[in-house]
Nanobody, 119 residues
Framework: HVQLVESGGGLVQPGGSLRLSCAAS????????MGWFRQAPGKEREGVAA???????TYADSVKGRFTISQDNAKNTVYLQMNSLKSEDTALYYC??????????????WGQGTQVTVS
Protein backbone atom coordinates (compact mmCIF):
# COMPACT_ATOMS: atom_id res chain seq x y z
CA HIS A 1 0.00 0.00 0.00
CA VAL A 2 1.38 3.38 -1.02
CA GLN A 3 1.73 5.89 1.77
CA LEU A 4 2.49 9.57 1.39
CA VAL A 5 3.28 11.81 4.33
CA GLU A 6 3.53 15.57 3.89
CA SER A 7 5.29 17.95 6.23
CA GLY A 8 6.69 21.44 6.32
CA GLY A 9 3.57 23.56 6.21
CA GLY A 10 2.99 26.47 8.50
CA LEU A 11 2.29 30.16 8.82
CA VAL A 12 4.48 32.55 6.89
CA GLN A 13 4.33 36.22 5.98
CA PRO A 14 3.92 37.33 2.37
CA GLY A 15 7.26 37.16 0.62
CA GLY A 16 8.48 34.41 2.88
CA SER A 17 9.50 30.86 2.09
CA LEU A 18 8.58 27.33 3.06
CA ARG A 19 9.81 23.93 1.99
CA LEU A 20 7.30 21.12 1.90
CA SER A 21 8.38 17.50 2.03
CA CYS A 22 6.57 14.36 0.94
CA ALA A 23 7.93 11.03 2.08
CA ALA A 24 6.69 8.14 -0.02
CA SER A 25 6.72 4.46 0.78
CA UNK A 26 5.18 1.25 -0.44
CA UNK A 27 5.67 1.78 -4.17
CA UNK A 28 7.95 0.10 -6.69
CA UNK A 29 7.17 2.10 -9.81
CA UNK A 30 10.01 2.33 -12.31
CA UNK A 31 8.31 5.22 -14.06
CA UNK A 32 6.29 7.64 -11.98
CA UNK A 33 5.15 11.16 -11.46
CA MET A 34 4.92 12.80 -8.07
CA GLY A 35 3.02 16.00 -7.70
CA TRP A 36 1.73 18.66 -5.39
CA PHE A 37 -1.85 19.84 -5.43
CA ARG A 38 -3.53 22.41 -3.25
CA GLN A 39 -7.04 23.30 -2.26
CA ALA A 40 -8.29 26.41 -0.53
CA PRO A 41 -11.73 26.68 1.11
CA GLY A 42 -14.38 27.34 -1.50
CA LYS A 43 -12.02 26.68 -4.39
CA GLU A 44 -11.34 23.70 -6.59
CA ARG A 45 -8.28 21.56 -6.13
CA GLU A 46 -5.50 22.64 -8.45
CA GLY A 47 -2.22 21.17 -9.55
CA VAL A 48 0.84 23.06 -8.38
CA ALA A 49 3.92 21.18 -9.55
CA ALA A 50 5.01 17.72 -10.61
CA UNK A 51 8.19 15.80 -11.24
CA UNK A 52 8.60 12.44 -12.92
CA UNK A 53 11.20 9.71 -12.51
CA UNK A 54 13.21 11.16 -15.39
CA UNK A 55 13.43 14.54 -13.72
CA UNK A 56 10.95 16.33 -15.94
CA UNK A 57 9.12 19.07 -14.06
CA THR A 58 5.92 20.98 -14.66
CA TYR A 59 4.46 23.96 -12.86
CA ALA A 60 1.22 25.82 -12.70
CA ASP A 61 1.50 29.26 -14.26
CA SER A 62 0.65 30.84 -10.92
CA VAL A 63 3.78 29.46 -9.25
CA LYS A 64 6.36 29.50 -12.04
CA GLY A 65 9.50 31.27 -10.98
CA ARG A 66 8.56 31.03 -7.31
CA PHE A 67 8.21 27.32 -6.58
CA THR A 68 10.70 24.54 -7.29
CA ILE A 69 9.96 20.84 -7.10
CA SER A 70 12.77 18.38 -6.55
CA GLN A 71 13.32 14.83 -5.39
CA ASP A 72 15.75 12.77 -3.38
CA ASN A 73 15.55 9.26 -4.77
CA ALA A 74 17.62 7.79 -1.95
CA LYS A 75 15.04 9.04 0.55
CA ASN A 76 11.98 8.50 -1.66
CA THR A 77 11.10 12.08 -0.91
CA VAL A 78 9.85 14.94 -3.04
CA TYR A 79 10.19 18.57 -2.02
CA LEU A 80 8.42 21.76 -2.91
CA GLN A 81 10.48 24.85 -2.25
CA MET A 82 8.11 27.81 -2.11
CA ASN A 83 9.57 31.29 -2.31
CA SER A 84 8.00 34.73 -2.57
CA LEU A 85 4.81 33.38 -1.07
CA LYS A 86 1.58 35.27 -1.60
CA SER A 87 -1.68 35.24 0.32
CA GLU A 88 -3.29 33.42 -2.61
CA ASP A 89 -0.93 30.51 -1.98
CA THR A 90 -2.81 29.76 1.22
CA ALA A 91 -4.22 26.26 0.93
CA LEU A 92 -3.99 22.70 2.09
CA TYR A 93 -1.20 21.12 0.06
CA TYR A 94 -1.38 17.48 -0.92
CA CYS A 95 1.25 15.13 -2.29
CA UNK A 96 0.30 12.57 -4.93
CA UNK A 97 1.90 9.88 -7.04
CA UNK A 98 1.01 8.32 -10.38
CA UNK A 99 2.31 5.17 -12.01
CA UNK A 100 3.29 6.24 -15.52
CA UNK A 101 3.58 2.63 -16.65
CA UNK A 102 -0.18 2.34 -16.35
CA UNK A 103 -2.28 3.67 -19.21
CA UNK A 104 -4.14 5.78 -18.47
CA UNK A 105 -2.18 6.99 -15.50
CA UNK A 106 -3.65 9.04 -12.71
CA UNK A 107 -2.82 10.49 -9.35
CA UNK A 108 -4.56 7.92 -7.21
CA UNK A 109 -2.73 8.07 -3.89
CA TRP A 110 -2.84 11.09 -1.64
CA GLY A 111 -1.32 12.18 1.61
CA GLN A 112 -3.24 13.81 4.43
CA GLY A 113 -2.10 17.27 3.43
CA THR A 114 -0.12 20.02 5.10
CA GLN A 115 -1.54 23.48 5.68
CA VAL A 116 0.20 26.53 4.26
CA THR A 117 -1.05 29.88 5.44
CA VAL A 118 0.40 33.11 4.06
CA SER A 119 -0.75 36.11 6.03
Amino acid sequence: HVQLVESGGGLVQPGGSLRLSCAASGYTYSSYCMGWFRQAPGKEREGVAAIDSDGTTTYADSVKGRFTISQDNAKNTVYLQMNSLKSEDTALYYCTIANLQRVPSAFEYWGQGTQVTVS
